[in-house]
């Protein structure tokens, strides 16, 4: 079967349904093709921390209601090392600007609704997708649903399908630049029912190696710890996933998480990708298909949100009055943003793990920049207005909001 649309979007993560919204409120068509189901989508425990561009930006398009309602808004985190817990006053330090902790599942479930209302189709478990025609006219998405081969003709494709997705491959080997970094550990990361005994996130430097503590709910618990970059996950036990947790993160005035039943556990392996330019004729990568940051800095889903916001606004620019500029800056312009994130999570990860290959000169070094980060404003600051996300090079009003 043959279809046509404006804006084929391959992926229904944060990118995929960020970018169909807002094209839908810029009146621009779009479909979008996923090829999990919707619960898979839905259930995928990932990210947690919004930065507050991200919430306004949720907020502009009419989809904040749920983060409004049950997001937890953080003014400050804590940096803790040697025992003792440093807090930052995010806030203070930015001219009110805040974090705010709600789960990727409800970014997610809440931007599925809203796709349902508007009644532009959004197809689950869709096969063997591929895309192509880049240089022409009229690309094209090619996938098997509901056991019909379909072929969707497009204006324009939006590769949001991750990083082990479809898109990127498909650009000939040649036109793209990869830049990578991988890091030796991985962080295991788990789910608790237990009330969090901290309102703010402690990011954790211990000579046994890196320690996260957030949350969820005021009943669930998010917690990651360094671990080898190949550990299996089903060498921890509860009883060892917890005690070394309470190692790690307990400090001297008796500060610990409370302990209660895991729900969910995983390994996940750290990286530092970035795949240049982020648009190949008329295929634009968007999110984790083009960029992966390591987790320590919680940018990956809001460089997801800021690459869609730069691409609905040289999309709404070219259907409403044909003009191509902002197609052309896409790119450049997001490749300034990731880079600065890039920079600033290698820098927390650096920061805040141990590295196998580290000497006493290392660790006497990342003590010091501890030190000096948790004791001068200027340092911390400069942590702060990176950590909120710093200023988008778009205004919402010029991408149609
Ligand atoms: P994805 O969420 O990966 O979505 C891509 C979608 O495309 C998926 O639904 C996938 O099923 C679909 N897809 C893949 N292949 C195909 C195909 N062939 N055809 C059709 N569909 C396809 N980020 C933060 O900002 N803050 C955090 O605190 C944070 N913590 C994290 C913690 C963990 C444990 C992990 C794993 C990640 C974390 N991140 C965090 C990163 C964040 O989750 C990602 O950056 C974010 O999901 C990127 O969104 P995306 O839409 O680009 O990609
Ligand atoms: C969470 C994840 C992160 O990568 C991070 O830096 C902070 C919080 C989380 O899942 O809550």
Redesign the pocket.
């Known amino acids: 079967m043959i279809h046509r649309t404006q804006v084929g979007i ?9 970018l169909g919204h807002l094209l839908h409120l810029n009146g621009i068509d779009s479909v979008i ?4 189901s919707r619960e ?2 839905i259930d ?8 507050q561009g ?1 919430v306004d930006l949720m907020t502009a398009m009419g989809v904040g209601r749920g983060v409004q309602h049950s997001g937890l808004r953080h003014e400050g985190l804590y940096i803790s090392f040697l025992g003792q817990r440093h807090r930052i006053n995010l806030a203070e330090l930015t001219g009110g600007k805040a974090i705010t902790v709600y789960g ?1 599942n409800e970014v ?1 479930r809440d931007l599925i609704e809203a796709r349902a209302e508007t009644g532009r189709p959004l197809l689950f478990e ?1 096969e063997h ?2 895309v192509g025609g880049f240089d022409s006219s009229s690309p094209e998405i090619r ?1 098997r649903h509901g056991g019909v081969d379909h072929a969707l003709q497009c204006d324009f494709i939006a590769g ?8 990127r491959p498909s650009i000939p080997s040649g036109s793209l630049t990869v830049h990578e970094r991988q890091y030796p550990f991985a ?1 295991l ?1 788990i789910l608790a029912e237990a009330a969090p005994s901290s309102d703010e996130l402690v990011y954790t430097y211990h000579e046994r190696g890196f320690a996260l503590f ?1 949350m969820r709910s005021p009943s669930m618990t998010r917690l ?1 710890f360094q671990v080898p970059p190949d550990e299996s996950i089903e060498t921890w036990s509860d009883d060892a996933i917890w005690s070394e947790m309470l190692e790690r993160m307990t400090t001297r005035d008796g500060w610990r998480p409370t302990v209660g039943r895991i729900i969910q556990k ?1 390994v ?1 392996p750290m990286r530092s990708f970035v795949a240049t330019p982020m648009r190949h004729g008329r295929l634009f990568l ?4 083009a960029h ?2 390591p ?1 320590t ?8 949100a800021s ?1 869609v916001l730069v691409l609905a606004r040289a999309l709404k620019e070219y259907f409403t009055d044909g003009r191509t500029e902002w197609l052309d800056r896409y790119p450049e312009v997001c490749a300034r943003r990731v880079w600065k994130a890039q920079r600033f999570s290698w820098w927390m990860t650096s920061t805040l793990h141990r590295f196998p290959d580290e000497n006493a000169f290392d660790y006497h070094r990342q003590i010091a920049d501890l030190d000096y980060l948790t004791g001068s404003r200027a340092a911390m600051t400069s942590l702060a207005e990176q950590y909120v996300g710093l200023p988008a090079e778009v205004s919402f009003e010029s991408a149609g909001l």
Request: glycine share 16%; hydrophobic share 45%.
């Open positions: 391959v992926g229904a993560g944060p990118a995929g349904l960020l093709v996923e090829d999990r898979h989508v995928r425990v990932r990210a947690g921390v919004l930065e991200t990727q997610v869709a997708v591929s996938f949001c399908d991750g990083f082990h997705g479809i898109c962080w990361g957030s990651y995983a996940t968007a999110g984790d298909s992966i940051v987790p800095g919680a940018k990956g889903l809001n460089l997801a690459d």
